[in-house]
């Protein structure tokens, strides 16, 4: 007889939308392939060249050798072999947060993970003891956030975000609330520096008081960081929450995914908290993280954290470095998106935009509410597409906004996709007004 | 004011000796290094050469432009940018598996994963839905199983082993005894092939009389094989479970540590079992096992299964080719530790051990019972290490035995170990006999 697997047998969370939002959108994707797409928060493809694999190996290899000391028997070991669960890049990443962020971090207190998905999965994973665990997240949230919390089991309580980012007093609400309810809130998950979805940043001053809120609720931050590398302006970017952070409230999630390559899969957690067992020993919470990991994945490939260990080395570690021709592109087309929107979308117009200071996302807010089923006639009807907002708060309640992209496309793509969005949107308009026949 | 983490408020398994078994291993071997291991279960190093890598990058660049007809700009997609979540070497794992196990398997059906420990944790993932699933494993059981379950809260129940396999007879009382609790046994883990740590195989018949229990039972069996590739012995190796199975009752788990290299981190998962929705509804388990993954680690790195991919096309898919020297190394190695076991423990010796016949490991019974402490004495006063077999029962029980591994070793490493083995074993009888006071 054949094993018969019912959906519902399985996880529960394998029927949640959180975790085929990215699996829609996918398929969305491929289903109008002729479709401008500025919906994907993929990285700019055209600075990739397969020379430079092989390129920053040797690099790497190099820096075994004359940096580290090692033999060729050793070498190999190092990149082929079973090796260090936190990873073999940890002293190089050490050095670029603090080139590039002005963090002093500990190279012990580093796991390099599988991607920024990994590092969030250890943290939620050991956060999450039991069944009063909550964990709170600024809202609209990213779903791979959304998805890995719930497949452990591991409730989400979204906070209230404004323009500038979470919303403070209701994060200390959410928090003195989860308690009243028996409940602890372990920490709470954002993006201070052009978040995803919504593009917004924290001001200095809002981080320091979340700090301070952070210390006396004793409540840890999760901050998430992809796209703070990415301003819009010359300007000076803002100190994250983790160069503030005096008294290790924050585990901070790193990724090389936008800076360095996706297909490295190598991101990290920095994870400096103090653990105390019951015996009276110390150590550090990445420590704890790096044997949750052993039972994931192991160690992080050797060789993918290679790669990107020979691309900080080739900079002087510094990605801001590494970086330069891409963070002229975000914000060029930033700008451009920005601009083009205004010119279509005329002052009067009930269409508005936010306007962030770096990043990937915009979110457009339009007059009617904006779902799955309306993203697969903009595809069909006019060639575009867009990310439903709603999939970022996965609570089912219409959200009348959609995120636009700027980082994996062109100017010309940029004005085509806004030429058809503002099509779609004057077609859906005239479709919702009454018509003749009703007046 | 500083946050301060408890261990007792992480996740309870953080505390439990599974996962902390590694880690403890990991450190006596650090403690002693010049000690003999014949702890290590990890491949042979000698073959690895820093070069190749190149040359299998290379070689799977120009498969994307020659077989699947990929300009530069793709093949950079391929290999650089986010991907296919079920992975990009599928159709090459599809082919190996047909080519050395004559297994045939739809590509989808195989979701590439980060090493085969991923692969085991998304089937568990999926597999828990509620507190009323256990797991049966065949014991004694690899600890990155235990481990894994255990971050799930998926509790794991022992299955008895014979010197061939697990005890098909246990099996069945184990699933009805469960059953019977009210509780959902979801699947079966054995590894029928030079089993780790036991280094046992099951016989053909037994495979058979397998596969019909599960049938009969309903039962799910989950097929570790990262050692089939290494009989000691000419003769021909057996049929997997999965090349027996024929209504998708086995999940199959693959390696490519052992036969490639570790350093890759790239495994996979066979799943076509098919899932039905409440809408009606069909898909594969891959599918879902692949919603999971999304949110563990995305995707596995496109560069690291490049690497292996590489191999793989290098000798047409097979790694029953790819891998002469190694196993030829195994074999001898296995024969030649056999043999100096009988040299040094003559009959007559209360010492025992298992002559398995192929894959990395061997057992050896010890008149005494063999734990942590032991381990440090052999480690500190005659300088050869070897794994307690209690770290793959964890249950706390007292056993009388230790494995010993030949993959990573010399004929030499062999002979100064098992000289200082026989030490140690002469030293412990000794030390336990009644002294002559007592007499």
């Known amino acids: 007889m054949i094993v018969k697997i019912q959906l519902a047998d399985l996880h529960p969370a394998l029927e949640d939308p959180a975790l085929n939002s990215m699996n829609f959108l996918n398929e969305v994707a491929q289903e109008y392939p002729d479709a401008v797409s500025l919906a994907a928060g993929r990285p700019y493809e055209e600075f990739f060249e397969f020379s430079a694999l092989h390129r920053y190996l040797d690099i790497f290899r190099q820096h075994l050798v004359d940096d580290l000391g090692q033999d060729p028997v050793q070498v190999n070991r190092t ?11 940890h002293h190089l990443v050490a050095r670029n947060l603090e080139v590039d962020e002005g963090i002093a971090v500990d190279p012990e207190a580093i796991v390099v993970t599988v991607g920024c998905q990994e590092a969030m999965f250890l943290v939620l994973r050991a956060l999450r003891a039991g069944p009063r665990d909550v964990l709170l997240a600024a809202a609209p ?90 301003p819009a302006t010359e300007s000076r970017r803002l100190p994250t929450l ?86 002229t592109v975000y914000a060029d087309n930033l700008r451009y998106l920005v601009h083009g929107l205004a010119r279509r979308f005329p002052a009067g117009s009930s269409v508005r935009w936010t306007v962030p200071a770096g990043g990937f996302f915009v979110v457009v807010t339009l007059p009617f509410p904006v779902d799955d089923a309306l993203l697969h006639r903009s595809a069909r009807e006019y060639g575009v597409l867009w990310t439903p907002m709603a999939h970022f708060y996965g609570d089912g309640v219409p959200v009348h906004a959609l995120r636009l992209s700027v980082s994996a496309v062109t100017r010309d793509d940029i004005d085509r996709g806004l030429g058809r969005l503002a099509a779609f949107v004057a077609g859906e308009v005239a479709r919702r007004e009454p018509g003749p026949g009703v007046r």
């Open 79 to 89: 990149l082929f072999q079973y090796g260090r669960t936190k990873g073999i890049v």
């Open 141 to 230: 949230t990213y779903v791979g956030l959304t998805g890995a919390a719930r497949l452990l089991d591991f409730p989400v309580r979204p906070v209230a975000t404004t323009d500038s980012g979470v919303d403070l007093a209701d994060l200390r609400d959410q928090v003195h609330r989860a308690r009243a309810e028996g409940l602890r809130p372990r920490a709470c998950y954002l993006m201070p520096d052009f978040a995803n979805p919504s593009g917004t940043s924290m001001s200095l001053a809002d981080r320091r008081t979340l700090l301070d809120l952070a210390a006396e609720e004793e409540l840890l931050l999760i901050e998430d960081n992809p796209y703070g590398l990415f």
């Open 242 to 327: 983790k160069a503030l952070d005096t008294n290790s409230h924050v585990v901070y999630l790193g990724s090389f995914a936008k800076t360095v390559l996706p297909g490295a899969r190598v991101g990290y957690v920095v994870a400096d908290q103090s653990v105390a067992d019951a015996g009276g020993g110390r150590g550090l919470l990445a420590d704890q993280l790096a044997k949750v990991k052993s039972m994931v994945s192991v160690n992080t490939s050797p060789v993918a954290q290679a790669v990107v260990g020979g691309v900080l080395l080739a900079h002087d570690c510094s990605l801001v470095a590494a970086t330069v021709r891409q963070r």
